[in-house]
């Protein structure tokens, strides 16, 4: 997406469409500042809202980081996906880390669930199966250690 051009913007404007942004849904920091940049907002404007929004807890890296890994959670996503997605939008890796170890106990439940939805309840007799249902639950985000457990010994 192309920035519009520079305008002149007053706090209050970048203010206004900040928080038209977060009554839609939880941004981080800095995809809350891309999109209000490309809209031609002054970056030190964009800048000073942000932290004064984050200042009165309206703005939270934290609040996204869990809000996000439950909905991809609730989609099937697994853990590397949604770390990997987490880091595109700039959150840091401390607070990645905290959101997704929150489910800790959940995610192999949701890789069985995942797997059984998509493949049956039945795990694969030949090799050549086997390899292309740990490739789809791979891409989904689970990691090899996850994935073996469930062939191993159907967790």
Do not use: C, Y
Not at 34 to 39: E, G, N, S, V
Not at 68 to 73: L, T
Not at 92 to 112: F, G, K, N, P, Y
Request: glycine content about 8%.
């Amino acid at each position: 997406m192309k920035p519009k051009p520079e305008r002149a913007t007053d706090g209050d404007d970048v203010r206004r469409l900040a928080l038209d942004l977060l009554a839609r849904r939880e941004h981080s920091r800095r995809e809350l500042a891309r999109k209000l940049q490309l809209r031609g907002h002054d970056p030190g404007a964009v800048d000073a809202v942000l932290t004064a929004l984050e200042s009165e807890g309206l703005l939270s890296d934290a609040r996204f980081a869990e809000t996000f890994v439950w909905s991809r959670f609730q989609r099937g996503s697994g853990p590397q996906k949604i770390h990997a997605e987490l880091r595109e939008r700039g959150v840091d890796e401390v607070l990645i880390d905290s959101s997704i170890e929150a489910l800790a106990d959940d995610w192999q439940a949701l890789l069985r669930e995942v797997r059984e939805k998509k493949f049956g309840r039945a795990l694969p007799g030949d090799f050549r199966e086997r390899s292309r249902q740990m490739r789809f639950l791979h891409q989904r985000g689970f990691t090899a250690e996850q994935i073996g457990r469930v062939f191993r010994n159907g967790e």
